[in-house]
Structure formats: structure tokens, C-alpha cells
């Protein structure tokens, strides 16, 4: 069990631009979360995925975010026409079917200047 | 709506004991969850309740109580590496989790 994996874990980006997190959950999970974390806030739920289908998405998610699993293991997390309001922690989290017990990754910190 | 509350900061001393509440209202509940975070970390499981009453697992202690809308994280025996945010978060019904914005707790000599 090496743990959720994300990559990477800091981007720094100008305003405009698009960027793509990855995210490796633990291997036999097929659940996956993402979140994101503000300063002194808990993680907003964004979306879940049950292998490669996204089940559930917040309304929090704009049309310029996208989130995919193509295989049903890792995920990737895209922002379109990144804003200053975009910079955050983004978290991602995994889980066994039938287990509540979320495992979460280290993050990946997004900065949009 | 939906609404979680726990006190943004609590200080207590190393050796005792300390008491974190939390109330919720959501739209669904399947649970409520205990995470602790340091800072700069990503949040780490501590416990589940599903059932009204206390679960105890070592130091930590949680306990539900579902008509009133009602937790707490019981922590003993306080240590200084117990200095984190603590997350209190519901799961609702299907797959979505609610968390509250966190204690602080910092842990003093």
C-alpha cells in the first residue's frame, strides 16, 4: 500500500492559463474524490468517481473544470481559464467500495498569479 | 441548508483532556467522520459513527447523537504532536461527504 499519490504537488500558473493534476489512488480502490481547500476551511467536495464513472459532481464545479478516469485508477483534475479565485489546495481521496474510510493524497497547491 | 459548526480554535495543555463539539444540519446523513490535519498536510481518518453512542479507539474517543444533530471528539492524555485542525464531516446520502471548517487545537507545555 503505497498511499494516494498526486502530481504535482505545487503549480504556479498566470491567470488564463489551463492546468491538469494527476491523481494515483491506492491501487485496489475503486472510489475516488476530489476536493478542494481553501485557508481555514475544510475540503469542498467537488466530484466522485465509482471506477471510470463520475457519479456525482458539485455545483461548486464549473464548466471550466473537468475531471476524468479513463480506466478506473488514476484521475486526472483540469482547470480551463485558471482565476485568482482558483488558487487552493486541491485534494484527492480514494476509498474500497463499501468502506466509508476515505484516504486522502497530499495535495497538489495551486497558485494562479 | 446545509450547515456544520465546530469553534474555530481551542487550547489546552498537555496531559489533559479536551473536548471538540460539533453540530450539524445536512440534507442527508450516512455517517459522520473525525479527520485530523496538520498543517500542510492532507487530512488524516480518526473515526466513524454511524450509531448513536461513544466509539473509543486509544486516546480518541467519538461519540453521535443523531436526534440532536450532535458529535464530539474526546482527546486524552494530550500530547504536543496533537496540535492540528480536527474535521468534523458528514457523509450524506450517495457519495458526497460535507466537512465543517475545522478546530484548531494547540496543544501548550
Known amino acids: 500500500d503505497t498511499g494516494v499519490s498526486q502530481d504535482p504537488r505545487h503549480k504556479i500558473t498566470k491567470r488564463g492559463q489551463n492546468v491538469t493534476f494527476r491523481c494515483d489512488p491506492i491501487s485496489e480502490h475503486n472510489r475516488l474524490y476530489w476536493y478542494r481547500q481553501t485557508l481555514g476551511q475544510g475540503p469542498e467536495f467537488l466530484t466522485y468517481f465509482q471506477n471510470e464513472a463520475q457519479l456525482e459532481k458539485s455545483r461548486l464545479l464549473s464548466d471550466r473544470f473537468s475531471a476524468e478516469r479513463p480506466k478506473g485508477s488514476f484521475s486526472t483534475l483540469e482547470i480551463q481559464r485558471t482565476e485568482q479565485g482558483d488558487s487552493a489546495m486541491y485534494l484527492c481521496?480514494?476509498?474500497?467500495?463499501?468502506?466509508?474510510?476515505?484516504?486522502f493524497g497530499p495535495g497538489t497547491r495551486l497558485t494562479v498569479t | 441548508g446545509q450547515n456544520i459548526d465546530q469553534p474555530t480554535e481551542m487550547t489546552a495543555t498537555e496531559g489533559a483532556i479536551v473536548q471538540i463539539n460539533c453540530t450539524y444540519q445536512t440534507s442527508g446523513f450516512n455517517g459522520l467522520f473525525w479527520y485530523q490535519q496538520h498543517a500542510g498536510e492532507a487530512p488524516t481518518f480518526l473515526s466513524y459513527n454511524v450509531l448513536d453512542g461513544l466509539e473509543e479507539k486509544g486516546r480518541f474517543s467519538s461519540f453521535l447523537s443523531r436526534s440532536k444533530g450532535y458529535s464530539y471528539l474526546l482527546l486524552k492524555e494530550l500530547q504536543m504532536k496533537d496540535s492540528a485542525s480536527y474535521l468534523c464531516?458528514?457523509?450524506?446520502?450517495?457519495?458526497?461527504?460535507?466537512f465543517g471548517a475545522g478546530t484548531r487545537l494547540f496543544v501548550k507545555a
Open positions: 481521496a480514494s476509498s474500497l467500495e463499501g468502506q466509508p474510510k476515505q484516504y
Open positions: 464531516a458528514v457523509k450524506e446520502g450517495g457519495f458526497k461527504t460535507i
